[in-house]
T-cell receptor, first 109, second 110 residues
Framework: RKEVEQDPGPFNVPEGATVAFNCTYSNSASQSFFWYRQDCRKEPKLLMSVYSSGNEDGRFTAQLNRASQYISLLIRDSKLSDSATYLCVVDDSWGKLQFGAGTQVVVTP | DAGVTQSPTHLIKTRGQHVTLRCSPISGHKSVSWYQQVLGQGPQFIFQYYEKEERGRGNFPDRFSARQFPNYSSELNVNALLLGDSALYLC?????????FGPGTRLTVL
């Protein structure tokens, strides 16, 4: 079983719509959680950290459910520029990042 | 401010050769990590260094080695290259737990 699992998608989203997707992680001792965004053939870029109480950054909302060991990302009012692969990332207690394979989001006009 | 830099950007090698990849972290960041990303997958952790000491190692063979220098830059070495080593090699630096990635080195092994 992979340590971090994500639905690969693609999620095809009309511009202006809302899209949400999850990932699950296997290590209950994981301490830190992140969403990274990766554009085609580019490096991953930090989108946002995920906190236990949930957090929002503009149109992006992240939630963490420790009991069920899943993390979610919701994008509101989708823009064409939101098209990318979203990587769910879990940090083991000593700083080793575990990446999911990514969820592809395609925003269409 | 300069971000993480990596060199070279692209590299083509043949099976059995060795390769050295280089990374310069963001100024002030003392931790450097290396990741391998094969097409269609997420990055896989290879090494983490902090203050020149290895803090962690992923599930990679001994053909992979790394080191960190006093100026916090780092090298990743891979010996006896295999076709399966073809990938994007990413370096990330961090002040705490958030990691910032460089543009990567794309290695092709023929």
């Amino acid at each position: 079983r992979k340590e971090v699992e994500q639905d690969p998608g693609p999620f095809n989203v009309p511009e202006g719509a809302t899209v949400a997707f999850n990932c699950t992680y296997s290590n209950s001792a994981s301490q830190s959680f992140f969403w990274y965004r990766q554009d085609c053939r580019k490096e991953p870029k930090l989108l946002m950290s995920v906190y236990s109480s949930g957090n929002e950054d503009g149109r992006f909302t992240a939630q963490l459910n420790r009991a069920s060991q899943y993390i979610s990302l919701l994008i509101r009012d989708s823009k064409l520029s939101d098209s990318a692969t979203y990587l769910c990332v879990v940090d083991d207690s000593w700083g080793k990042l575990q990446f999911g394979a990514g969820t592809q989001v395609v925003v269409t006009p | 401010d300069a971000g993480v830099t990596q060199s070279p950007t692209h590299l083509i090698k043949t099976r059995g050769q060795h390769v050295t990849l280089r990374c310069s972290p963001i100024s002030g960041h003392k931790s450097v990590s290396w990741y391998q990303q094969v097409l269609g997958q997420g990055p896989q952790f290879i090494f983490q260094y902090y203050e020149k000491e290895e803090r962690g190692r992923g599930n990679f063979p001994d053909r992979f080695s790394a080191r960190q220098f006093p100026n916090y830059s780092s090298e990743l070495n891979v010996n006896a290259l295999l076709l399966g080593d073809s990938a994007l090699y990413l370096c990330a630096s961090s002040p705490t737990d958030e990691q910032f990635f460089g543009p990567g080195t794309r290695l092709t092994v023929l």
